[in-house]
């Protein structure tokens, strides 16, 4: 393996500079971004400069204890995210409870098998694949729950008189929803699937660029990168279901009486 080319702190401010001309330009034509585009930018430097130490400690000492709560804390954090990117979204813990269970059954089935049947790093939870890998499936199934449960709270919202009029006149929850619980986890899958059709054609993915640049011969970054679309795409498309099922039934009583009273705008 050829030996990785090193960045020196320089070369990161150097290539901020684009970025910095669009929060000039921006200011220039009065966008209004300005300020948030520097509060997301100096956010994203904090947030990973704190990461790589976190991860240079983590990996060098070895603990499973560790690796898990770290790996607790990116499920709790990304739980809270899946709910707050949702325009109405459900009152109480169920608003967070599902959403955040859905993800952490598909992603932690996933990410065990990756780990202790396909990767298998000895140990198999070491940090250095666990973390990055969780973070990868993590990251895809929180939006994937995102957009299907923000879909599916808006429609029944919207076509709550629809819906009340087919239950009325004999019509079961799941039939009455069903339409609007397909649209959601249509909305729900749909990155995953354009992802994985756009890849090595328009795009090519940040995990395979990296090793690229690392040194990695392609066709092995090929396969890992291939691997890692595959467990998203598979953790996501179950997140995405369980889910919004779970948010529907929770949207019916059982008189089969749709609640939208439990749902309430985000602030």
Request: hydrophobic share 55%; proline share 4%; with cysteine.
């Amino acid at each position: 393996m050829a030996d990785y080319i090193q960045l020196g702190y320089m070369d990161i401010a150097l290539a901020s500079v684009f970025l910095l001309l669009n929060g000039a330009l921006s200011l220039w034509l009065r966008l209004g971004i300005a300020r948030p585009l520097a509060f997301a930018m100096l956010r994203m430097v904090g947030q990973l400069l704190l990461v790589g130490l976190i991860l240079k400690k983590l990996f060098d000492i070895q603990s499973p204890w560790l690796t898990l709560l770290v790996a607790l804390f990116m499920a709790g954090f990304a739980a809270r995210e899946i709910r707050a990117r949702q325009e109405r979204r459900l009152k109480g813990w169920r608003g967070l409870a599902i959403g955040g269970t859905a993800m952490g059954a598909s992603v932690g089935m996933v990410a065990l098998v990756a780990l202790t049947l396909l990767v298998q790093p000895d140990p198999w939870w070491a940090p250095r694949y666990a973390l990055p890998l969780l973070g990868m499936i993590l990251g895809n199934a929180m939006t994937g729950i995102s957009l299907s449960l923000d879909t599916l709270h808006t429609a029944l919202h919207r076509e709550q008189r629809a819906i009340e009029a087919q239950l009325l006149l004999g019509a079961g929850k799941w039939q009455a929803m069903r339409p609007f619980i397909r649209q959601a986890m249509r909305a729900g899958m749909m990155p995953s699937i354009n992802g994985m059709a756009a890849v090595g054609v328009v795009s090519l993915p940040g995990m395979m660029t990296g090793q690229i640049l690392s040194g990695v011969d392609p066709v092995e970054a090929v396969k890992y990168q291939l691997m890692v679309m595959f467990l998203i795409a598979g953790a996501t498309g179950l997140a995405v279901m369980l889910a919004t099922l779970g948010a529907a039934r929770a949207l019916c009583d059982d008189r089969d009486r749709l609640r939208i009273d439990r749902l309430r705008k985000g602030a």
